[in-house]
């Protein structure tokens, strides 16, 4: 399809499905991110995925400099044309998933429309960094917003609730309808806000050893915890002595775990 004329500027590059392309033509929408983002002048700005540059116009509004990363090369031309002359923009062109976020001077925000195909991957690359982050304002495909924010308990709750909820405070913010965006998109969006935590909810030993637990946990999410584990490789006499000894029930499901059932298995596994 020819993209449509612009009237103030070039022709927009076609938008390209299979980079997640779903542009945010709502303007509303646009500021109702940039308030919940409590941007303040001169704090530093990373956003994934600036696209035809709808957000990143208001983010180098409000902050003072905004690290742009962009993997799609028709767009970065398209960026440095109309945006180009902006002097506190950083345009990187890059894939998200393999740049080094330490290259970016910390504390910073997080603020973008992520790319729903690698949205995934890409939160869990920013929960590592979040150390140097000071909040993230991230418009997600709506089903994975619900997962980072869910209570143990329920189908939505996962690795990605325990991931987030364990260094950070999940707060949903808006649902976007598909018709916000263009080309739109089939599912519908939600922004949450990420705010980390300035130490984890509970407190583990070995970081890395809870999360491999907690993956092995979920890896069989109809099994017991104590089955799951077992075929994750773990021995299952010492899983079930570690159940026991937390006093937790063998046959419980991972997705019945709270953050502190899952730090005491860890412990009483260690
Ligand atoms: N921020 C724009 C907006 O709100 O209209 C565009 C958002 S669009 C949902 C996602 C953007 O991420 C696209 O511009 C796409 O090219 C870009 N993108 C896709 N995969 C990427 C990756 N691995 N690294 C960096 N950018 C990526």
Redesign the pocket.
């Known amino acids: 399809m020819t993209p449509p004329p612009r009237r103030n500027g070039p022709p927009f590059p076609v938008a ?1 499905k299979s ?6 033509i709502d303007p509303n929408i646009v500021r109702k991110i940039v308030r919940l983002a409590e941007l303040q002048p001169g704090e530093t700005v990373l ?10 116009e208001a983010l180098l509004e409000a902050s003072g400099l905004v690290v742009a ?4 090369p028709a ?1 970065c031309d398209y960026l440095r044309t109309t945006l180009g002359s902006r002097p506190n923009l950083k345009l990187v062109e ?4 393999h740049y080094e976020y330490d290259q970016i001077p910390g504390p910073m925000l997080v603020v ?7 949205s995934t991957p890409i939160l869990f690359r920013l929960l590592k960094e979040r150390q140097r982050v000071m909040r993230m304002v991230l ?1 997600l495909q709506e089903e994975v917003a619900i997962r980072l924010a869910a209570s143990a308990g329920g189908k939505d709750y996962s690795v990605l609730s325990v991931a987030a909820q364990f260094s950070c405070e999940v707060r949903m913010g808006f649902k976007v309808a598909p018709s916000c ?1 263009r080309p739109r998109p089939r599912v519908g969006s939600a922004v949450v806000v990420l705010t980390p935590l300035p130490k984890p909810r509970v407190s583990v030993p070995d970081e890395a050893f809870f999360f491999k637990v907690v993956r092995s946990g979920f890896a069989h999410r109809r099994k017991a915890v104590l089955n799951s584990l077992r075929d994750e490789g773990f021995e299952g006499a010492r899983v079930a002595a570690a159940l026991k000894k937390t006093n937790l029930d063998p046959r419980r499901r991972a997705e019945t775990f709270t953050l502190s059932d899952f730090a005491d298995l860890t412990v009483a596994l260690q």
């Open positions: 390209r980079l997640g392309q779903h542009f945010l956003e994934i995925g600036p696209g035809r540059g709808i957000l990143t990363i962009e993997l799609d767009l890059a894939d998200a998933l973008a429309n992520l790319p729903y195909y690698v418009m965006f």
